[in-house]
């Protein structure tokens, strides 16, 4: 079954080549556009099914055994982070048929999103830290050029900050595997968490510490965020709900594996730092959250704060709270994108998403207003949907190792998260609309031979807020998975004995 970790690699690989070769037809690329993110959707399924029934999968390119070649690894944990990325492609690449105008389809968009999910797929799936680097700088060359593409103002200030910092993080992780590479020889992860028991303790955490601050900025963690919120408000819809789904994602996903994995032998000072961390980023994000009046805004801010969660579940470093940081980002992954896909109707239909020129779309657009509560109140972590359980898995996690001043931070923050979804709903739902607010200008004319409806843009939506809703609902299954994947972080040899294959 190992041939099916290469598929969510060769599937957009092949999908951005088809595109290329298509770019002058519009129709084609959207048809080869969908289609391939269905197929990649498909994979990841698949993928994971082979992984949950079979075990870990391991492929080593060019037949290069490890630690010598380049190995692609999927364990339960990559492979439903793969599936997460695939449906987040499905529904972003349906939403663009409607969300993203002509010019910008014709200066590549489509393809730019697939080697983005190429990079994507690639650093979940890849067996080696060098190439973990490759990676992140496939998704940093796409992301860049969705950020800037269209050439306004805001869209190139945002795209600078975005690269800049980034950028500056990449040549941290690099010097971090120069150094690495000079202590234990071997970048492979499943070599290196053998090698690197030799190394003294002083070395390893100076290591970590390289690491935690280079995916630290990727991840938008505090003090590091500031990128964030300044660049993600910026691109086309589409584009920033993938990015706010997606790419702050796979960061936090760098950090569980090598801080699971390598960085274990002084976990009372390491993870007692990622918990001094993620408290600082939940606070902070949701702080920042509250001080804003535009919905993407708001948004952006609260990606940070959630963030802090995720983090908060690696640093307990125990098996509850891991498997709660994989509950936390199948969650979020889907209603953060999702948020951001309704902002992008509410801006089509009022023609702003500035909340003091918008207003009175309860009464307009009562299912629009309905799908955002399910998804706000997901967010905020109330029952019966998907995030009230992934929140209490962490807050259950904190108390069971007596971590209270977190916990408290944790539902603090909550708190402070449904004030900022109420404010919205306030705000762009509930108020009359004002008068002499922003003019209700459509959408740039869709592309000829396109749906000239909003049907592209719901679909999307509705099936996120199933998804919110059944996750919620069905939360044993999910949960077992999850700790499942969980055990599997936490006692790596099953890891380490599918990738080397008696090598040591």
């Known amino acids: 079954m190992s041939h099916v970790v290469t598929l969510p690699l060769l599937i957009p690989f092949w999908t951005a080549v088809g595109l290329l070769l298509s770019w002058r037809a519009r ?44 190995t692609l690894v999927a364990d339960l944990f990559s492979a439903i982070m793969v599936v997460l990325a695939g449906l987040m492609a499905a529904v972003v690449m349906i939403y663009s048929l409607a969300g993203i105008d002509a010019p910008r389809e014709s200066f590549g ?28 700088e496939v998704m940093l060359v796409a992301s860049f050029a969705l950020l800037a593409l269209g050439g306004e103002r805001p869209q190139l200030e945002g795209a600078v900050k975005y690269v800049t910092l980034n950028l500056m993080a990449s040549a941290l992780f690099l010097s971090a595997l120069g150094i690495l590479y000079g202590l234990i020889g071997t970048l492979n992860m499943a070599d290196a968490s053998l090698q690197i028991r030799g190394v003294a303790p002083a070395r390893s955490t100076t290591v970590a510490m390289l690491f935690l601050v280079a995916f630290g900025i990727k991840a938008a963690v505090f003090p590091l965020f500031f990128w964030l919120p300044a660049s993600y408000h910026t691109p086309p819809v589409p584009v920033a709900a993938i990015f706010a789904g997606l790419l702050t994602k796979v960061a936090v996903y760098a950090l569980i594996r090598v801080f699971t994995l390598l960085f274990v032998h002084d976990a009372g000072f390491t993870h007692t730092l990622l918990l ?21 805004r708001i948004l952006s801010f609260h990606i940070v704060s959630q963030i802090g969660y995720m983090i908060m579940g690696l640093g307990l470093f125990t098996r509850l709270s891991l498997a709660g940081v994989i ?6 992954i889907i209603v953060k994108s999702n948020l951001f896909l309704i902002g992008g109707i509410v801006q089509r239909r009022r023609g702003s998403d500035r909340l003091k020129e918008v ?21 905020a972590g109330l029952p019966p949907f998907s995030g009230f359980w992934a929140k209490l898995v962490l807050v259950l996690a ?28 306030t705000e762009a739902f509930w108020k009359p609309e004002p008068e002499g607010g922003a003019p209700r200008t459509p959408a740039a004319p869709p592309p000829a031979g396109s749906a000239r409806s909003e049907l592209p843009l719901l679909v999307p939506v ?25 055990d599997q972080l936490l006692s790596p040899g099953d890891y380490v004995r599918a990738v080397l294959q008696g090598a040591h």
């Not at 079979?54 to 290069?64: M, P």
């Not at 001094?276 to 993407?296: D, K, N, P, Y």
């Open 398 to 425: 904190g108390l069971s190792v007596e971590r209270y001043a977190l916990v408290a931070a944790a539902l603090v923050t909550s708190l402070l998260t449904l004030f900022s979804m109420t404010k919205i709903w």
């Open 27 to 70: 129709r084609a690329q959207r048809v080869i556009s969908v289609l391939g993110a269905m197929a990649l959707l498909g994979a990841a399924v698949a993928l994971l099914d082979a992984v949950a029934r079979h075990g870990i999968q391991v492929v080593h390119v060019g037949g290069w055994p490890a630690p010598f070649g380049i």
């Open 276 to 296: 001094i961390i993620s408290g600082a980023t939940m606070v902070s994000g949701v702080l920042g959250a509250a001080a804003q009046g535009e919905i993407r």
């Open 327 to 332: 509950c936390f980002l199948a969650h979020n």
């Open 359 to 379: 207003g009175g779309l309860y009464r307009t657009s009562p299912g629009l207003s309905a799908l955002f509560l399910i998804s706000a109140f997901s967010l």
């Open 462 to 486: 509705l099936v996120l807020t199933a998804l919110t809703v059944l996750l919620g609902l069905g939360a044993e299954p999910v949960f077992r998975l999850a700790t499942r994947a969980a």
């Open 109 to 136: 968009y489509h393809p730019l999103q697939h080697v983005m999910l190429l990079g994507v797929c690639g650093a979940f799936l890849t067996g080696d830290l060098f190439n973990l680097y490759v990676w992140f």
